[in-house]
């Protein structure tokens, strides 16, 4: 903050007052006013002459960080080998004796109609009760192709998405009451 000095008439300049920090807790307490800036220079000053006499070479701290990303390492790399051995034997296994069957029972057992209202249905339904509907996405494409099968699956997914938000609209007051209550 600045003001004019209206007192000093030769020279008519503005006049800045000085930031002093008190410390108390000694008597004199007129000695102890030191200005911030001097204070922080003396601060960091202690604060390097006392890091400097701490550190000679490796703290236990750095000591700890090296450590931390060894063991972090050699866990990333299990867990990558983990899923490498997953991808080439597992997935392959499931996909064989699990999803095949059972999308070849839908292919055999369902009309094309029926089988394109099944999936729609399941595509759309599926998420709004917290089941995959990815089976049925694949079942799709098999059956009807990428052309058909992907006109399928997008206008299916655009109820599936909707059909939340309008259930949720529907039911806004009482989920509003009993959230509030």
Not at 68 to 85: D, H, P, Q, R
Not at 100 to 110: G, H, R, S, V
Request: proline share 5%; charged share 20%; hydrophobic share 50%.
């Amino acid at each position: 903050m600045t003001f004019n000095d209206d007192n000093n008439d030769d020279e008519g300049g503005e006049v800045v007052p000085e930031l002093k920090l008190r410390v108390e807790g000694d008597d004199d307490v007129n000695e102890k006013r030191v200005s911030l800036r001097q204070r922080l220079l003396e601060e960091c000053e202690a604060e390097e002459n006392n890091s400097l006499l701490k550190e000679p070479g490796f703290s236990s701290q750095s000591r700890r960080s090296i450590w931390y990303w060894i063991k972090l390492g050699i866990l990333l790399t299990f867990l990558g080998l983990l899923v490498a051995v997953f991808l080439k034997w597992v997935g392959p296994f499931f996909m064989d004796k699990e999803l095949m069957p059972l999308i070849k029972w839908e292919m055999a057992t369902f009309s094309t109609p029926m089988l394109a209202v099944l999936i729609f249905a399941s595509v759309a339904l599926f998420p709004t009760i917290f089941l995959p509907s990815s089976p049925s996405m694949w079942v799709a494409g098999m059956a009807f192709g990428y052309g058909f099968g992907f006109l399928l699956i997008i206008s299916a997914a655009a109820v599936g998405v909707s059909l939340p938000f309008f259930i949720g609209s529907l039911f806004l007051h009482r989920i509003q009451v009993c959230a509030l209550s």
